[in-house]
């Protein structure tokens, strides 16, 4: 699943095909709800950016388009004329201007919404702050970390929410978790703040790392894997086996290295988890 620094990738380069420039056709297709596009044509396209896992698309005519890739979604940019790598049929959205096609495969949500009512629609009115924002706020993630509500999740599943921070899933919670020494079943209500600020500093590090963007531990541009899709094999820091075992709602394989993220004493793991107690 694209994660926010592939979306932040995803709108650096939709941004540049389409910034200040008017669209010249635009159409969508199924399955689903189909969003009444025809409506942009005509319009100069204000930019593209990310925020967490959606990208917006803003024009001066007072619409924008949210577009969430779930698992298999995609943004393409072509030259016009330039054959594209997927039929038409798969394509979801079209946004035609002078010297660039931008085409989106496969996305289960394309909406387009009113710009002004942006911040009010629901799948965005309750999200953390952006990991990759200049002006992220470690301490408003924290908050949100503490409410109440979560204090009984594991911390596997805690870190990707996205109303806690925007931008986190499957692959960087492997890898924060892991660089942190944290074993994934803790629940948030046993963590102090100064772990949990640790996991969100990381966090925000490797996202921004992956983007090219400075990051406080001066990470490389594409951190290294430890963990994720690595059950089985030795641990590249300690040579413990990786273990892995079902987590979360959607019960996804977490993988971790029984070394390096030890459980703490009377800290339940795989066996028992939340989603049995909610
Ligand atoms: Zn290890």
């Known amino acids: 699943?694209?994660?926010?620094?592939?979306?932040?990738?995803?709108a650096r380069r939709v941004d540049a095909a389409l910034a200040g420039k008017v669209i010249l056709a635009a159409r969508a297709h199924g399955p689903g709800p189909v969003p009444q596009v025809e409506r942009l044509t005509g319009a100069m396209c204000l930019g593209a950016r990310s925020f967490g896992k959606n990208l917006f698309i803003e024009f001066d005519n007072g619409l924008a388009l949210r577009g969430h890739l779930r698992m298999y979604g995609t943004w393409h940019v072509y030259r016009p004329g330039q054959p594209w790598s997927r039929p038409e049929s798969e394509a979801r959205l079209v946004l035609e201007v002078a010297d660039a096609v931008v085409v989106n495969f496969s996305a289960p949500v394309i909406e387009l919404l009113e710009t002004r009512?942006?911040?009010l629609h629901r799948p965005i009115a309750g999200l953390g702050p952006d990991l990759i924002a200049d002006d992220f706020d470690p301490a408003e993630a924290l908050e949100r970390l503490r409410d109440p509500l979560r204090a009984d999740l594991t911390i596997g599943d805690a870190v990707m929410d996205q109303q806690v921070m925007a931008g986190v899933g499957n692959i960087w919670k492997h890898e924060t978790l892991f660089r942190c020494g944290v074993y994934p079943w803790r629940r948030v209500r046993d963590m102090s703040d100064e772990e949990l600020l640790g996991l969100i500093q990381t966090a925000r590090?490797?996202?921004?790392?992956s983007v090219?963007?400075?990051?406080?531990r001066g990470l490389a541009r594409r951190p290294e894997m430890y963990v994720y899709l690595r059950a089985g094999q030795p641990c590249r820091r300690c040579g413990t086996k990786i273990l892995?075992?079902?987590?979360?709602?959607?019960?996804?394989?977490?993988?971790w290295c029984p070394r390096c993220q030890p459980p703490p004493p009377g800290c339940a793991g795989p066996g028992l988890s939340p989603g049995r107690r909610r």
Not at 1 to 10: H, I, K, S, T, V
Not at 205 to 209: F, K, M, V
Not at 244 to 255: E, H, K, Y
């Open 1 to 10: 699943m694209p994660e926010g620094d592939a979306l932040y990738r995803f």
């Open 117 to 119: 009512a942006l911040t």
């Open 205 to 209: 590090d490797l996202l921004r790392a």
């Open 212 to 216: 090219g963007k400075p990051n406080g």
């Open 244 to 255: 892995s075992a079902p987590q979360g709602v959607d019960i996804r394989l977490t993988a």
